[in-house]
């Protein structure tokens, strides 16, 4: 699966580096180009980060610009090119959070640029030049996190190798990567402190366009897992803020997404502005932030994946997230649902038909002031409720009917820890479906058969 991590602070870089190509002057014109010739990158189409050159060897003297995923760069003067120029590009990808610059013989275009206009340049998608199984690379890598006390390096035979960056060290706590050759893994060992020559797990063998995630805990190497380098696996970085809004990033994400695709956005500043995403069928969204609160409401389609992680949504829109998929909560997520309305529609969150939670950890509140209607949570006939943590509560204010402040269940829950509580009025849980024990392993352990109480479980176990 795809993975396109959004991180949207990141500004547009693009600058001028090649001397023979253009160089600034003090009357701010460029020798060698025509006063008005000039081109404009547009990477609005590649989530992924490009640097264009004017050569294959793409050497970072010779770069002509870098320009982030889903953004334009500035104007950059040019050498009037009618006949045609040919760039270069190298894309920035990220495989299981690790960095790969991808030069690919192929990843080439040819544009004529004429003289004293502002030309764009549209930059091609890494899947024009690729599919999602092939090797972004050439040649097999090794990832190793040091959980040790001292100093680690890596040997192939009795030489010491450096990393990616040109260093020998891996300090306690850091992680390094390093290009090693194709092939039995057994050449290479690891030092570290006391401990010398460890070798890597045996039969391990590395290969082509490969990536090997090791750990070291300063007495044995083990391998965490082996993963291709493709474009099925790589992400893009952007950061939400000022120069790219979080809105306009959820709406490349609805209007760009293709099945299969699996995107994070970073939020670091708060987001007062009301939105609403419709998460395309067949894509996962991961929103990563601080625990800073984002107006937001989404309906996640069939197949779709929304996983919040330190975020506290918050909507004026009723039920605040519809899942027709998954929905993931993690530790300090919050969803906060407006006023429900509605029989049996919950104003945080509503599960329809074969849509699923799992909620880990965090909380979801909502409140409803309608004869019969859900606070917190509704799951319908055929929807399912994973809870190993959290809090759910909400507040019911009607007096007319069955009201539910918490949960309203006529499908699946299953909870192995968490609580359910009301906060004022009706019922903190109504059941009419299935609530299922498990324990932290997710065994079973049995049925639980309450409803119109609060509801707090540890392990399996109601307390």
Not at 178 to 185: E, K, L, S
Not at 285 to 292: A, K, P, S
Request: with cysteine; charged share 15%; aromatic share 8%.
């Amino acid at each position: 699966m795809k993975r396109l991590i959004f991180l949207a602070a990141l500004a547009v870089f693009a600058f001028a580096s090649c001397d023979w190509l253009f160089d600034d002057d003090e009357s701010g014109e460029r020798n060698g180009s025509s006063a008005g010739t000039r081109i404009v990158f547009d990477n609005r189409a590649n989530p992924f980060p490009v640097s264009v050159y004017p050569n294959s060897a793409r050497r970072p003297a010779d770069r002509i610009a870098s320009v982030a995923g889903a953004q334009r760069s500035r104007e950059i003067d040019f050498i009037p090119s009618p006949g045609g120029f040919r760039f270069y590009l190298s894309y920035s990808v990220s495989v299981e959070g690790i960095d790969f610059s991808v030069n690919l013989a192929n990843a080439h275009m040819l544009f004529s640029i004429p003289e004293d206009v502002t030309t764009p340049v549209p930059i091609s998608p890494l899947s024009a030049f690729v599919s999602p199984t092939d090797a972004l690379v050439s040649g097999a890598y090794l990832y190793i996190r040091n959980r040790g006390t001292s100093l680690l390096t890596i040997a192939r035979g009795v030489n010491v190798i450096r990393d990616e960056n040109g260093q020998e060290n891996v300090n306690p706590g850091a992680s390094a990567l390093f290009g090693v050759g194709t092939g039995n893994a057994s050449a290479y060992s690891v030092s570290s402190g006391m401990a010398i020559g460890v070798q890597l797990p045996s039969g391990l063998t590395f290969q082509n366009g490969h990536v090997y995630i090791l750990e070291f805990d300063g007495s044995t190497v083990s391998l965490e897992r082996e993963v291709p380098i493709t474009l099925g696996n790589s992400a893009a970085i952007f950061r939400s803020g000022s120069d790219m809004p979080l809105g306009d990033l959820l709406a490349w994400v609805q209007a760009n997404a293709q099945r299969g695709d699996s995107y994070v956005i970073e939020i670091n500043s708060e987001y007062f502005r009301s939105d609403h995403l419709e998460l395309p069928a067949g894509v996962a969204l991961t929103l990563e932030g601080d625990g800073r609160i984002v107006r937001l409401s989404v309906l996640i389609n069939s197949g779709a994946t929304l996983v919040l992680n330190n975020i506290d949504l918050r909507s004026s829109l009723h039920p605040q997230i519809n899942v027709f998929g998954t929905l993931i909560m993690n530790e300090g997520s919050s969803i906060s649902g407006p006023t429900g309305s509605g029989t049996s529609v919950g104003g945080g969150v509503r599960v329809h038909g074969v849509g699923r939670v799992t909620m880990n950890s965090g909380s979801i509140f909502g409140r409803t002031d309608t004869a019969g209607g859900v606070g917190g949570v509704s799951i319908p006939p055929g929807g399912m409720f994973y809870m190993h943590g959290g809090t759910i509560s909400g507040r019911a204010t009607s007096m007319v009917g069955v009201n539910v402040g918490g949960v309203f269940n006529s499908g699946v829950f299953r909870i192995s820890n968490g609580s359910i509580q009301r906060e004022r009025g009706g019922a903190a849980f109504r059941n009419e479906g299935t609530v299922q024990l498990v324990d932290a392993n997710g065994n079973f352990v049995g049925i639980l058969n309450i409803t119109n109480a609060d509801i707090n479980v540890v392990n399996g176990v109601l307390q």
